[in-house]
């Protein structure tokens, strides 16, 4: 088969990223030429439906999420990147089975993801997820990270709590629930900005073995740990989902999930592309 100069050149840049990606990669969207994951430990369509509340009747592809779309030439290395034109309303998600190790005891690993936009001028008014990992809602056995919708320059935050039940069986609302404030990682000063990328990346480790906690990183650089994560993560398996730009507008790239907690100094080398 014949191959254009650019495709051989979109090819060997994925293929060079991939190596010097850490160890423990199990799943990798790269948006180079196709929304299916690169690398998937179950299903590696990209799927989409109205809302979440409809998420058992997604179909493959982007059809019921007009606004999104992949993009060539617009990702980190000239490749494809996943565009979000407006407010994200829809549902947009890989299948977490077999995607994310995903363990009641000990769930543990790392998500990985590159981001661009200005949050001041894309961001339409409200919260904001670029990501979330649950079966539930955001404060239901998930990991997400958001920016804020009332602060100027919006915060960037990072979220991890178990069972809804267990943290907050009075059902609180989050911004009077101080066991929903105290446990954020917060980012009051970002790097965000529409004529650059930003890495992000949140390990994770031992959710639901009682002493749980989470690291939030930006480019390469450590922001906060949260610890003492005590409570149950219960997941219904077949509903779990890698939840992609909810309330999102901006370009979105080379979403991955690794098995284990990378090293600081693999932090950096997914942040600058170099081994």
């Excluded at 100069?5 to 190596?19: E, G, H, I, R």
């Excluded at 059902?171 to 000063?189: C, G, Y």
């Amino acid at each position: 088969m014949y191959r254009t100069p650019f495709l051989t050149y979109l090819l060997l840049a994925s293929a060079a990223l991939a190596q010097s990606l850490p160890a423990g990669l199990r799943f990798h969207a790269s948006f180079d030429g196709s929304t299916d994951a690169r690398t998937a430990g179950g299903d590696k369509r990209l799927y989409s439906a109205a809302s979440y509340k409809e998420q058992a009747a997604a179909q493959p592809g982007l059809a019921a999420a007009p606004d999104v779309s992949l993009v060539a030439g617009a990702g980190r290395h000239n490749s494809g990147a996943l565009r979000f034109a407006t407010k994200n309303g829809e549902a947009v998600f890989y299948q977490a089975k077999g995607n994310v190790n995903f363990n009641p005891k000990n769930w543990t690993g790392t998500i990985a993801f590159f981001l661009k936009l200005d949050p001041e001028t894309d961001l339409a008014p409200g919260y904001c997820d670029p990501i979330q990992v649950t079966d539930k809602a955001y404060n239901d056995s998930a990991i997400w990270t958001d920016f804020t919708k009332d602060d100027m320059p919006r915060h960037f935050r990072l979220g991890v709590f178990g069972a809804l039940k267990a943290w907050n069986p009075n059902n609180i609302e989050p911004d009077k629930n101080p066991a929903f404030n105290n446990r954020l990682v917060v980012m009051k000063k970002t790097p965000f900005a529409r004529d650059r990328w930003t890495s992000i990346v949140v390990t994770h480790s031992g959710l639901g073995g009682g002493a749980g906690r989470a690291t939030l990183y930006a480019d390469g650089v450590a922001v906060r740990e949260t610890t003492g994560i005590g409570e149950a993560f219960e997941w219904d398996p077949a509903k779990g989902a890698i939840r992609l730009g909810v309330a999102y507008v901006g370009l979105m790239d080379d979403v991955m999930i690794f098995d284990r907690v990378i090293t600081a100094a693999e932090v950096k080398s997914v942040a600058t592309g170099r081994p």
